[in-house]
């Protein structure tokens, strides 16, 4: 059995082959070549733009893909939404569509825009957007560089963002919010049926959310004589109890937990004043509740 998946080509490249290889699973891309090298034999991957993805895994072309939720809803695809994925290019946040203007324009709201051009690469769903609100406008697609078109080019944008800077570098402001949207994988819905490329989904979705899960927490462990045992657990938080377990040298106990890393900087004094030795901090790869 092997599962073909789509990975999305772009700015999510890179963030997506770092995320698979952090899980476990090692990519090697040679040269331009759009079929990726995998250490899993039973994964099948090809690189696409993620605008495409949500077409080919509704037509059975592959069997599911990485892509956005906002292409799906462009492409109307009838697809399984396995799971989101909470990243993108810089955040581990939801990035927004929105409809922006010249900062020095009179536009305040979408209806305001009636007439108007509006540049975009989400074509159809800015279309439904204005439908819906009953707004007549003339929606062209944008090759790229969408924020730089107004007020020349176009009266109002359509654009993704994560935090609103560049639209800001670029004298814009948002007026109105079409979706949010996140990396999700996709699966067709016969492939889903599947029981084992069903099985499979599953099972790569456990290991990428228990790696972006990690990337937060660290392991901390440390010995304590048990005299102080308790004073020295009740400094230290934790997914659930600490493990303590008993060391050669009598009347003395490792205690090892997990915790948020920012929280490390606080604790780790309060341990050495508490009396323990032995003080270990060491990155977690995967935390799987």
């Known amino acids: 059995m092997k599962l073909s998946i789509g990975m999305p080509k772009g700015s999510l490249e890179e ?6 290889n952090k899980s476990g699973i090692h990519i090697r891309r040679g040269g331009r070549s759009y079929y990726p090298e995998c250490d899993d034999p039973e994964l099948d991957l090809i690189v696409m733009r993620p605008q495409e993805i949500p077409r080919y895994v509704e037509q059975g072309v ?10 799906v809803a462009e492409n109307g695809a009838s697809v399984v939404e396995v799971t989101e994925l909470r990243y993108s290019k810089a955040s581990r946040g939801k990035c927004r569509w929105v409809l922006a203007v010249p900062e020095e324009s009179p536009f ?12 975009t690469e989400l074509v159809g769903a800015t279309r439904r957007f204005f ?4 707004v ?6 944008s090759w790229g ?6 007020p020349r080019l176009a009266d109002a944008i359509v654009d993704i963002t994560e935090t609103g800077s560049s ?10 919010t079409l979706m949010e949207t996140c990396t999700v994988i996709i699966a067709n819905n016969s492939s889903w049926a599947d029981t084992e490329k069903r099985g499979k989904l599953e099972n790569l979705t456990m290991l990428l959310h228990g790696t972006l899960d990690a990337e937060n927490y660290v392991g901390l462990k440390c010995n304590a ?5 308790g004073e020295v657990i009740k400094i230290l938080p934790a997914l659930n109890d600490p493990t303590v377990s008993k060391l050669s040298k009598s009347g003395w106990c490792a205690v090892e937990t997990i915790l948020p890393a920012k929280q490390t900087k606080h604790i780790i004094p309060l341990l050495k004043r508490a009396g323990a030795s032995g003080i270990i901090e060491y990155p977690v790869s995967k935390i799987i509740a």
């Open 167 to 176: 639209l800001k570098a670029n004298r814009l402001r948002i007026i109105d």
């Open 108 to 119: 305040k709201r979408a209806e305001d825009l009636s007439g108007k051009r509006i540049a």
């Open 62 to 71: 592959i069997d599911a893909g990485i892509t956005g939720q906002d292409w």
């Open 136 to 141: 007549n406008v003339d929606v062209e697609f």
């Open 131 to 134: 439908e819906s609100r009953g």
């Open 145 to 150: 560089a969408t924020e730089v078109k107004p």
């Open 225 to 229: 004589e048990e005299s102080i045992l």
């Open 15 to 20: 963030s997506t082959f770092a995320l698979f």
